[in-house]
Nanobody
Framework: QVQLVESGGGLVQPGGSLRLSCAAS????????MGWYRQTPGKQREVVAL???????NYVDSVKGRFTTSRDNAKNTVYLQMNSLKPEDTAVYYC?????????WGQGTQVTVSS
């Protein structure tokens, strides 16, 4: 049974930083793309950042230059470093992983950017 467990969310002031972590049960070598989505009430879940198994990254335009995703396959962990946070980054953030034809999701972690 594959599980993705996020941690690191919380409340931060505008301009601050947070780092999200996503620990995968089992080996991440079998995962292809991994990354992060976010969702706010009443809106569809949107992709934030994706990273391939060989480290190629893609970001939604609104976070380019501020967020960085990385993965450490030896530790079975994916990270999202979020800098210069804005109130509009407030959302529940979900870890994502694709293995073959299957998509896996974490339970979500709340990120709130507010003064």
């Amino acid at each position: 049974q594959v599980q993705l467990v996020e941690s690191g969310g919380g409340l931060v002031q505008p301009g601050g930083s947070l780092r999200l972590s996503c620990a995968a049960s089992g080996s991440m070598d079998s995962f292809g793309d991994m990354g992060w989505y976010r969702q706010t009430p009443g809106k569809q879940r949107e992709v934030v950042a994706l990273i391939t198994n060989n480290g190629v990254t893609n970001y939604v335009d609104s976070v380019k230059g501020r967020f960085t995703t990385s993965r450490d396959n030896a530790k079975n962990t994916v990270y999202l470093q979020m800098n210069s946070l804005k109130p509009e980054d407030t959302a529940v953030y979900y870890c994502y992983g694709r293995r073959g034809i299957y998509n896996f999701w974490g339970q979500g972690t709340q990120v709130t950017v507010s003064s």
